[in-house]
């Protein structure tokens, strides 16, 4: 009969196993995770190897220290083993008292086979029967933890069994044929070296039952976190493609979009596939030109990792071309492994519509309140009459800026009449009480210039979030010069209605829109028998279709036309009126509106000027006979001789004035044929220098009186006696010897004493020749636009008014032009003539 196994084989063998089976698991946790207590079973591991080593060396160190040490890492190791199974399984399975029990029942076995029954293998069976107790807990756990049993703890238990038999079994048949000994297995000794034996083998397979159970328990986490992982993203992915943000993630190196949801797709109009497959280029081509360099450098700052806490706003370019509005927020990321940057963008193009619309409006509201401020006033103001905003129209009511006047009332700003304050209160209650209703009134205020000015309202109310009550808004228009304006028009109406002219306003039909009571008392015709008809029906029948189409010619042409029309009254009576018609031009665009009429009757005036000339005409034909023969009757008196030579000049003298007598009683009645249009002009050639100088001559006295030089100009050369020179004009000499005459002695008349008249004559081959007759002294401002009018005359006792007039009708029957300038800075007048040669 042999000893199965000695006490120093059983502890060093444990002591290495042990050891190596820490070190194993070490190295298996060094590098992955592991579950809860299996470090803690590590260590326990290696310190109950080191304690059973211990225990081996105890023939060669003292005795007492090895066996106290070996109990103390036996004890520890336990100790530790528990701990880790407390750990592993949690307070759930494991108590306070299991842990009082465990330590009492582990502290109690060490004594009592270390001092009293000295016998390693009971001690082992002991412990291990009772560590088994917990190993059993531990599958309770796990099968709980996993009701597959994917451990494969109880199949681990099951192959350790099977080996130990195989082994004992050889270990027998060993001894057996080799040392011819015959193993008693039954004999006390041996079986409880068996036993502790096998447990030892139990316990090592359970180190790799640990390790085991940790790899499961490991990929079963990495499977489930796998699993959830996959979840996580199919919802994230769900949450980016169906959110109204857009997600896009692009890569660094080099730049590329590795990943683009769907709601980008839809900002872009690019499918995802077209996004993943562009290059960088490309890619960077979608941001808008103008926005590149901006992108550009936020997306290298963000890329460096520059922290960057709002977001940017961009505009890219769709594939239709259609420029959208994004708002990116970005970070960096990793993706695969590289470097990337996550952005989240936003379509904001309805909101920086709406911003573009709001800012346009805004800028046009204050443009509009700006360009408006000298005739509107915008404003907003409590009920109390406290503004709270003040367009710069404010000037328009007295001196306070926009911002001294919000926070003030408007009384305090403003002088109101006593009859504005009743309407200010009565239409701010009234829009108050009916917010659905706006108001409109006028008001009157004391203007700092000391008079009364006029504002006409528009307000409304409306409920303000910021200060929760209504508020009245509204602006306010100057009418002041409205005001004024429709003041004088009611003086304008009151004259027209009270003039005895008549007064005809027509649209551009020519229909009639308004007739004053003069018209209705000349013509017959009341004023609503002649609204809406044409003026056609006071038409006489004596004036041809030609008279009335160039009227219509020149008025069509916005000219004023002048001229004296028969016209017949209700009663058929035919009468004759001075009219004067004017178009009216819109002032906006300058198109013709109406036409205006101002007609006198002139039907006495006419029968007395026909009177007049009748009588002219008597009195010419009158006159002309002794004139004839005064002018005649010199002759007879020379016939007869015996006249001295004195009365021979006194005879011509006679003859002479008899004359000029005759001449003006001619002119008289060229210049009447002139004025009733049947003058007939025939030119012949006059030498023009000969008649200034007979003109002269007739005025020398006038001249001398005044001590007045003339000084005749020919071609900017003085004309000196004799006169090597002659201008020839093609004139009647009798009128252009009148029409010299007139203007020579007006010049005459208006020059001051002492200063000199000139007489310019400008004489060029192919031109017509020019007169100019300048004088010292200005025309008076009142009569220089009627300056050849009949009867306008200033500043001369005998001026009748006439001799203007006459210049003006004989230069007109000779085709001649003439002009009056007069210079206030050279205080000189001159008279222009333009004749042909």
């Not at 046009?364 to 907003?380: M, W």
Request: glycine share 6%; with cysteine; net charge neutral.
């Amino acid at each position: 009969m042999t000893d199965f196994f000695d006490l120093r084989t059983i502890s060093l063998t444990l002591g290495i196993v042990y050891i190596t089976m820490g070190i194993i698991m070490i190295n298996h946790s060094a590098n992955r995770k592991c579950y809860p207590g299996f470090y803690q079973w590590t260590v326990a591991v290696i310190t109950i190897g080191s304690g059973f080593t211990l225990v081996s060396f105890r023939d060669i160190f003292s005795d007492i220290l090895t066996i106290v040490l070996a109990n103390v890492f036996i004890y520890a190791s336990e100790v530790l083993f528990y701990s880790g199974f407390r750990t592993f399984a949690g307070k759930k399975w494991i108590s306070c008292c299991h842990l009082i029990i465990f330590l009492i029942f582990a502290f109690g076995i060490h004594p009592y086979f270390t001092f009293i029954s000295p016998n390693l293998n009971l001690r082992i069976i002991v412990i291990s029967f009772y560590a088994l107790f917990y190993h059993v807990k531990i599958l309770m756990v796990i099968r709980e933890l996993s009701s597959k049993s994917e451990f494969k703890i109880n199949k681990l238990f099951l192959g350790t069994l099977i080996f130990l038999i195989l082994m004992l079994f050889m270990r027998g048949l060993f001894y057996m044929f080799f040392r011819q000994n015959v193993i008693d297995y039954m004999e006390p000794g041996n079986l409880h070296n068996m036993l502790s034996f096998s447990l030892i083998i139990v316990n090592i397979f359970y180190v790799f039952g640990l390790m085991d159970l940790n790899l499961q328990m490991l990929e079963r986490e990495l499977l489930r976190k796998q699993q959830e992982s996959e979840v996580k993203e199919e919802k994230y992915r769900q949450l980016v493609d169906f959110s109204l943000q857009g997600l896009i993630i692009i890569r660094e190196n080099p730049l590329k979009i590795v990943f683009a949801s769907r709601q980008i797709e839809s900002i872009t109009g690019y499918a995802k596939d077209e996004l993943l497959g562009l290059s960088d280029t490309q890619g960077i081509e979608l941001v808008h030109f103008e926005d590149r360099p901006r992108f550009m450098q936020n997306l290298r700052e963000r890329l460096s990792g520059k922290k960057m806490d709002t977001g940017h706003e961009y505009r890219i370019v769709t594939r239709s071309g259609e420029i959208r509005w994004i708002e990116a927020y970005s970070s960096k990321v990793e993706y695969d492994g590289e470097p990337a940057l996550n952005a989240v963008m936003i379509d904001i193009t309805k909101r920086k519509k709406a911003e573009f619309a709001l800012r346009e409006s805004q800028e046009r509201y204050e443009r509009l309140a700006n360009r408006l401020k000298d005739t509107l006033i915008f404003f907003s103001h409590k009920p109390n009459g406290e503004l709270i905003y003040v367009s710069e129209g404010i000037h328009l009511v007295g001196t306070v800026a926009p911002e001294e006047a919000k926070g003030k009332r408007w009384k305090d700003i403003v002088q109101w009449t006593e009859e504005s304050l009743d309407v200010i209160n009565k239409n701010t209650i009234k829009s108050i009480d009916e917010p659905e209703n706006s108001a409109a009134f006028e008001l009157s205020y004391h203007h700092p210039d000391q008079t009364i000015h006029y504002l006409y309202v528009y307000i409304y109310s409306i409920y303000n979030p910021n200060i929760s009550h209504r508020i009245l808004e509204g602006v306010a228009i100057d009418i002041t010069r409205q005001k004024r304006a429709s003041e004088k028009m009611k003086i304008l109406m009151q004259a027209i209605e009270n003039t005895p002219a008549s007064v005809v306003i027509t649209d551009v039909k020519g229909d009639i829109t308004y007739s004053n009571p003069a018209f209705s008392q000349i013509t017959g015709y009341s004023k609503e028998e002649v609204l809406g008809k044409n003026p056609r029906v006071l038409n006489s029948g004596i004036h041809d279709k030609e008279f009335f189409k160039k009227m219509w010619d020149s008025l069509s042409q916005g000219k004023i036309w002048r001229s004296d029309i028969c016209n017949k009254k209700k009663d058929g009576t035919l009468f004759w009126e001075s009219v004067s018609i004017s178009p009216i031009r819109d002032e906006l665009n300058s198109s013709i509106v109406s036409y205006v009429a101002v007609k006198e009757d002139i039907t006495e005036k006419r029968e007395l000027e026909s009177l007049k000339a009748d009588v002219e005409r008597i009195m010419r034909h009158d006159l002309k006979s002794p004139l004839n023969a005064i002018i005649n009757f010199p002759e007879v008196i020379k016939a007869e001789g015996k006249i001295s030579e004195s009365q021979m000049k006194m005879l011509g003298m006679i003859q002479k004035s008899g004359k000029k007598m005759l001449d003006m009683i001619e002119l008289s009645l060229d210049i009447f044929k002139m004025e009733s249009g049947t003058y007939q002009y025939l030119p012949k050639t006059v030498e023009l220098l000969g008649l200034i100088r007979q003109v002269i001559d007739q005025n020398h006295g006038l001249i001398l009186s005044k001590k007045i030089g003339v000084d005749v100009i020919i071609n900017e050369e003085l004309m000196v006696e004799p006169v090597s020179q002659s201008v020839v004009v093609l004139s009647d000499e009798r009128l252009l010897y009148s029409l010299l005459s007139n203007l020579l002695l007006n010049a005459i008349e208006a020059s001051p004493y002492e200063n000199t008249i000139r007489l310019l004559i400008t004489k060029r081959a192919f031109s017509p020749v020019k007169l100019e007759i300048c004088n010292r002294g200005v025309v008076p401002p009142s009569i220089r636009e009627s300056f050849f009018e009949k009867y306008k005359t200033h500043g001369k006792s005998k001026g009748t008014g006439l001799g203007t007039y006459s210049a003006k009708l004989l230069c007109s029957a000779m085709n001649y032009t003439i002009k009056m300038q007069t210079f206030d800075e050279t205080d000189t007048t001159c008279i222009r003539i333009e004749m042909p040669e």
